[in-house]
Each structure stands twice: as C-alpha cells, then as structure tokens.
C-alpha cells in the first residue's frame, strides 16, 4: 500500500487535471465538490447538501472497500474536493488519505465518527486497526453521522446554513422513522440471534439488543473448526437466518445454511439507498 502511493503520484503529472471526474458528472466551477470513500455515507450527505453541492465517491460501486486502492484518475477527483468525510475506519482512509490529503491542502478532513462509540476488535473481529466502520447501518449511530455532516457544512459555508439546516432536519425525520420501525417490528421478535458473513450489523445488534454471529474471523475465512463451531451455535440457538453482502462469496454462507437449515439472505450494506437498506434488514430480521 505505502508503496503504490508515489507511483500514483507520479501518474498524476500525466493524467492532468482535465481527466475524467470519477463521479458521475464533470466537476462545476459552480457547486463544490464534497468527497466520501462510501456510497452510503454520500447518502446522507446528498441528503444535507441538497442540490448546491456535487458528491464525489472514491470506491467503486461492487467493490469491498478492505479490498479498495484508488486509481489515478480516482486521486485526481480529489483536486476539486473541498472536504472529504471519513469514516476513520478503513484501511484507505487509515493509511493513504492521511497523505493524500497533504497533497491537496485545499481539502479538509471530517471525522464522522466523532461521538459515536465504535465497535473495536474483540468485539467484531474485522477491519484494519481493529474498528468496524458500519455505524450507518444503526439507525442511532446514523443520527451522529448526519450531525457531524451538517456541522462541517455549516462551519464551512455558514452562508448556506438556513439551507442546510433545513435539509438535516427533514433527514432526521427520516432517521427517527427508520429507528422507530427497527424498534416496533423487533419489539415481540423471540428470535434475538442471527449469523451473518461479514459483520456489517454489529452497531444494529447492539442498539437493538440482538446478537451477531460471524462467519468470518477477523477479516479472514473461517477455519474447518470455527465453522463447525458456528454450526453447533447456530443449530443450539435455534437460528434461522443467515446474511451475506452481495460483495463477498458465498462458498461458506451455503455451508452453513445446508448444515443449519437457516435461509440465506443477501443485502447490500454498502447500498447508495441507506433506507431500503435498512428496512430491507428490518423486514427479514422480523420473519
């Protein structure tokens, strides 16, 4: 990784300015371009920023982004970027965006997970430094993503504060209606378990008192003996549903599901439709 840097730096001088926007439109002279390294993060910052602004997303749509190195063209999106909202969690923005971000001195970091109490290791056994990145996937989390995106708007264009501020409340409703209908349709749930691939609901079960089991172990595939022992867990608890991102194989997931019985049902955490998403899991938790 730390070599690959300043090969793409290199590229640079080639590619020129003029190359192609990695997002879907070229770059306006007009609206300020905002950068992400997720589609659903650039959920709720559409949502905020409304038109006046133009969403640049580093990772490709398909693409996990642990497996994520931005191309040349994609490094030359970020020459128009004025603030770049971060995770803090993934391996890219851990190791390259810090230097990235030095050579465009324009662009201002956002930490959005400021406030919210993460996820480490111990407890999800995924991701590089040990922390899982889905809080968007908690509807309660999602609260203090969206405030920490208005705030940076606001502090940098306070000239469009009424707007922006607007837009965050109208949001909010939506946040408050997608935890409210997470909580009504779990309320009378028995089943409070379920087994998962890759754990993208870890902040989802803790905010709403259920219980993960991953597949994979600490960003790796499963052991013959950690399987067998995922299925003994799986078959003592009785649990019938099993999820997997449409980003990962399948190979292991199917193992499990003929041994267990449990159906196997493929999402997409990483869904530019934060709330289809959500309601998505919400609906097949509830079954």
């Not at 905002?34 to 949502?47: C, D, G, H, Q």
């Amino acid at each position: 990784m730390r070599e690959i840097y300043p090969i793409l730096i290199f590229l640079l001088t080639f590619v020129g300015i003029s190359s192609c926007h990695f997002s879907a439109e070229p770059p306006s002279q007009n609206r300020p371009v905002l950068s992400t390294t997720v589609r659903p993060v650039a959920f709720f910052m559409e949502k905020i920023a409304g038109e006046d602004f133009q969403i640049n997303v580093m990772v490709p749509d398909g693409m996990a982004p642990v497996a994520y190195e931005p191309n040349a063209q994609e490094l030359v999106a970020l020459e128009n970027s004025t603030l770049y909202f971060s995770l803090h969690a993934l391996s890219f923005e851990r190791t390259m965006l810090p230097k990235i971000a030095k050579d465009h001195p324009q662009m201002e970091l956002v930490n959005l997970t400021e406030g919210i109490e993460m996820i480490r290791e111990e407890e999800a056994h995924d991701h590089h430094h040990g922390v899982d990145p889905h809080v968007w996937m908690s509807p309660k989390q999602a609260y203090t993503l969206a405030k920490n995106i208005h705030t940076a708007l606001v502090k940098k264009f306070p000239e469009k504060e009424a707007m922006l501020t607007q837009n965050f409340q109208q949001l909010n409703r939506e946040i408050e209606a997608m935890d409210h209908y997470l909580t009504q349709s779990l309320q009378k749930q028995l089943q409070r378990s379920f087994m998962i691939y890759h754990p993208a609901l870890s902040y989802l079960a803790r905010d709403y008192g259920l219980e993960q089991i991953s597949i994979e172990i600490e960003g790796k595939e499963p052991s013959p003996n950690y399987l067998q022992k995922v299925i003994r867990l799986a078959k003592e608890k009785n649990m019938d549903k099993l999820f997997i991102q449409r980003q990962f194989d399948r190979n292991f997931a199917h193992i499990v599901a003929k041994e267990t019985g449990a159906r196997v049902i493929i999402f997409d955490p990483l869904s530019g439709d934060w709330k289809k998403a959500i309601q998505l899991v919400t609906d097949e938790l509830r079954q």
